[in-house]
């Protein structure tokens, strides 16, 4: 499998997930964050197909999640982002695989499209599950809402508001505040970008620095940027074009030149903190 690209913290490599998991070892990664392609037809370059048919599509995520179960620490977490209507079988094989169902996360999508003769889609499903009772969890809090305008709170919490711990409230399993990227400022590519927010709050919620995270399915490279920021080390692949990973990538001030890799091991050019700004 080729390397694309090595940082002190991840190793990206370019090619089909199942080949790279071929080669990692059992119980060796302690989180694996996956956002696979939903097989809506979408155009992700040359030789990568999103539109199977439907029982090749729950195969194929059957087996790619075998093996993500499979190099899944004891104690680890396994999240899945996806369509709610594929999330249920996904659901189904997570639970085939005896991992422990954590939470269906509802995802709020704000301006979704209205679907003919159907209820309006507001949410994405984001799966939790973790292989035996969790090794790290922490519940992140949110801010007390406030209006914009007056500055006071929204809700009056059934009068119990003096009770509330004052960090924030207990995050709930449905998230309203991760916005789509679609600002072309604030994008890394063309589509299917995630909010590093949410990844932020992924690894918050199942990581510490030092733990291993793996994302099979590497698009602008979400995951292993806010890894590096969070200091987890990573494993990321990317079957097709990787270069808007690398250039996202390439700011990190700790990306090493690896010279027994390649010539495709890129060296530092900008650090990682001044990519989002610019
Ligand atoms: C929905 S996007 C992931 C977006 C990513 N979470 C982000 O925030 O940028 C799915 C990606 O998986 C890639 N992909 C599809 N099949 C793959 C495979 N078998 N192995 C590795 N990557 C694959 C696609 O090329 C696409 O870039």
Same mark, same amino acid.
């Given at each position: 499998?080729?390397?694309?690209?090595?940082?002190?913290?991840?190793?990206?490599?370019?090619?089909?997930?199942? +080949?790279?998991?071929?080669? *990692?070892?059992?119980?060796?990664?302690?989180?694996?964050?996956?956002?696979?392609?939903?097989?809506?037809? /979408?155009?992700?370059?040359?030789?990568?197909?999103?539109?199977?048919?439907?029982?090749?599509?729950? +195969? @194929? =995520?059957?087996? @790619?999640?075998?093996?993500?179960?499979?190099?899944?620490?004891?104690?680890?977490?396994?999240?899945? $982002?996806?369509?709610?209507?594929?999330?249920? %079988?996904?659901?189904?094989? *997570?639970?085939?695989?005896?991992?422990?169902?954590?939470?269906?996360?509802? &995802? +709020?999508?704000?301006?979704?499209?209205?679907?003919?003769?159907?209820?309006?889609?507001?949410? $994405?499903?984001?799966?939790?599950?973790? /292989?035996? /009772?969790?090794?790290?969890?922490?519940?992140?809090?949110?801010?007390?809402?406030?209006?914009?305008?007056?500055?006071?709170?929204?809700? +009056?919490?059934?009068?119990?508001?003096?009770?509330?711990?004052?960090?924030?409230?207990?995050?709930?399993?449905? @998230?309203?505040?991760?916005?789509?990227?679609?600002?072309?400022?604030? #994008?890394?590519?063309?589509?299917?970008?995630? =909010?590093? #927010?949410?990844?932020?709050?992924?690894?918050?919620?199942?990581?510490?620095?030092?733990?291993?995270?793996?994302?099979?399915?590497?698009? =602008?490279?979400?995951?292993?940027?806010?890894?590096?920021?969070?200091?987890?080390?990573?494993?990321?692949?990317?079957?097709?074009?990787?270069?808007?990973?690398?250039?996202?990538? &390439?700011?990190?001030?700790?990306?090493?030149?690896?010279?027994?890799?390649?010539? %495709?091991?890129?060296?530092?050019?900008?650090?990682?903190?001044?990519?989002?700004?610019?």
């Amino acid at each position: 499998m080729e390397l694309e690209l090595a940082t002190d913290l991840g190793k990206l490599y370019r090619g089909d997930c199942m +080949d790279l998991l071929a080669e *990692m070892e059992s119980d060796s990664v302690d989180v694996v964050f996956a956002d696979p392609p939903f097989n809506l037809g /979408k155009d992700y370059g040359r030789g990568i197909t999103d539109e199977m048919k439907e029982h090749e599509y729950l +195969d @194929w =995520s059957r087996a @790619w999640i075998t093996e993500c179960a499979r190099v899944l620490a004891p104690g680890g977490a396994f999240f899945l $982002y996806n369509l709610p209507k594929w999330n249920i %079988s996904n659901g189904q094989s *997570m639970l085939d695989l005896g991992l422990l169902f954590r939470h269906w996360v509802a &995802i +709020d999508i704000k301006f979704g499209l209205p679907i003919q003769k159907k209820l309006y889609p507001s949410h $994405y499903s984001l799966l939790y599950f973790t /292989k035996g /009772k969790p090794k790290t969890f922490e519940r992140p809090r949110l801010p007390i809402d406030v209006c914009r305008h007056c500055g006071k709170d929204i809700k +009056d919490y059934g009068g119990h508001r003096n009770k509330l711990h004052p960090d924030g409230i207990n995050l709930t399993d449905v @998230w309203f505040d991760i916005s789509p990227v679609r600002h072309k400022r604030t #994008k890394n590519r063309g589509a299917n970008e995630l =909010s590093e #927010k949410l990844l932020e709050r992924v690894l918050t919620i199942a990581s510490v620095p030092g733990d291993m995270v793996f994302d099979p399915f590497g698009g =602008s490279g979400t995951t292993y940027a806010v890894a590096e920021k969070m200091h987890r080390r990573w494993i990321g692949v990317e079957i097709g074009d990787c270069s808007h990973i690398t250039n996202r990538l &390439i700011g990190v001030e700790n990306v090493v030149d690896m010279p027994n890799a390649g010539d %495709s091991v890129r060296k530092p050019r900008k650090r990682l903190d001044r990519i989002e700004a610019s």
